[in-house]
């Protein structure tokens, strides 16, 4: 609750029957400790009054631009250099399409592109908009640039149809903003991770791979960044932008990633493997495309390195995360994994059925190590990478508290 406590947080409201839920994100940022100002778009006058808004937030509502009693008082100069946080919730697919293509015609757009504050936004919109090709080149050019976007969560929506779209919970994005305002956990650390698949050529034109989207592990790569850590991302084939901050290295098969692993591993102060690795491949690679004649075929296949297993037995092994994703017996399996393994700790989380955490916006960890196992409930990814680099740095730090000395 302190990480909130004096700071001052612009919130900006769009258009949407999500707009409600401001009205309680502001109330509890508020009850909270932090300063709020409210910006409101014409479009989100016609879901929540700016009435409302001014009695929660004890201040007056912004909407105009051209307001003269604005820019004789607070105006959007003044809104911009004031906040340490700029919160946009809902966004709405008009908004983040402005701010994506740095169009500042409102006195909302003007104010984010006038400000250095860090800036949120937690999307709220129709399923098939989320979806929309052009909404998630607009949402990767704002995470290529440092932007965080906060869910949006699944579930039932206004429209009567189902899927992600919903704004987050006010609860969930205080916690997104508690996380961020925390002191630099793992400032000047080198970290190595890895994500997404890996594809495992059969021929010229197919290959062994998973499911594997890589959301997971490029959301754990901004966390570690914003928590102060030098992060090199080694990642499979995905259709991801690089999170803003990180050194990405682009690799396609399991021999590639570890290659790419021993040559960035010798300042390593903690690995995580994120990845979803191919255990095995194709013996042989044909070289032309092999072509449709036998009934059956037979693909002998040979097991591939573990890069975990070989980055933990390293001599001056780093702390090393490791992850497991498992459609059954996730305990026992984890558990199995972490002592065979000889690694730090591991975060295991379902694949299977209606939680399947592959191509998902949420997922839920156990984590597991020497002393136990806890577990992070199911959130958006983002949040979840933010608690998880949290007990990351919780853990390492009392396993090398010389190296903070």
């Known amino acids: 609750m302190k990480e909130l406590a004096g700071k001052n947080i612009l919130l900006g409201i769009t258009g949407g029957i ?7 994100l502001c109330r509890d940022l508020i009850r909270m400790g932090a300063e709020v100002r409210v910006i409101m778009t014409e479009a ?26 604005a820019e004789h008082g607070m105006g959007h100069i003044k809104l911009a250099r004031w906040a340490d946080r700029v919160l946009i919730a809902p966004a709405s697919a008009q908004t983040i399409a402005r701010l994506a293509h ?34 998630q080149e607009n949402i990767d050019l704002m995470l290529a640039r440092g932007v965080t976007i906060l869910g949006p969560a699944s579930g039932d929506q206004a429209c009567g149809e189902d899927g992600p779209g919903r704004m987050l919970e006010p609860s969930e994005i205080i916690e997104h903003l508690q996380l961020q305002l925390q002191p ?7 970290i190595v991770i890895t994500a997404g698949p890996t594809w495992e050529a059969i021929d010229p034109v197919r290959g ?4 594997s989207s890589g959301k997971m592990g490029f959301a754990l790569a901004s966390a570690l960044h914003d928590a102060g850590a030098n992060v090199k991302l080694i990642s499979g084939p995905v259709h991801l932008r690089p999170p803003h901050g990180v050194d990405c290295i682009n690799i396609t098969s399991a021999l590639e990633m570890a290659d ?4 960035n591993i010798s300042d390593c102060d903690i690995f995580v493997a994120v990845a979803a690795v191919a255990d095995y491949r194709p013996v042989t690679n044909a070289k032309q495309k092999i072509k449709k004649k036998a009934e059956t075929i037979t693909l002998e296949l040979v097991r591939n390195p573990d890069i975990l297993a070989m980055v933990a037995a390293l001599e001056n092994a780093p702390f090393t995360v490791g992850f497991a994703a498992e459609t059954e017996n996730i305990t026992e399996y984890a558990a199995q994994k972490l002592a065979e393994k000889g690694i730090d700790l591991i975060a295991a989380n379902p694949v299977s059925g209606d939680n399947s955490a592959f191509d998902s916006e949420s997922n839920e960890l156990t984590l597991f190590d020497r002393n136990g196992n806890s577990h992070l409930s199911r959130c958006s990814k983002s949040l979840l990478a933010q608690k998880l680099t949290k007990e990351i740095a919780q853990r390492y730090h009392e396993t090398y508290p010389a190296k903070d000395t």
């Open 18 to 24: 999500a707009a409600y839920k401001s009205a309680v």
């Open 44 to 69: 989100a006058t016609h879901f929540i009054t700016p009435l409302t808004l001014q009695a929660l937030s004890g201040h007056p509502v912004h909407s105009d631009l051209f307001a003269v009693e």
């Open 102 to 135: 740095g169009e500042a015609d409102n006195l909302l757009t003007t104010t984010v592109l006038a400000s250095e504050a860090p800036l949120l936004i937690a999307p709220a919109m129709n399923t098939v908009m989320w979806r929309d090709a052009a909404m």
């Open 184 to 190: 630099e956990l793992l400032a000047g650390k080198n």
């Open 208 to 211: 062994l791979t998973n499911h």
């Open 260 to 263: 790419a692993v021993k040559d």
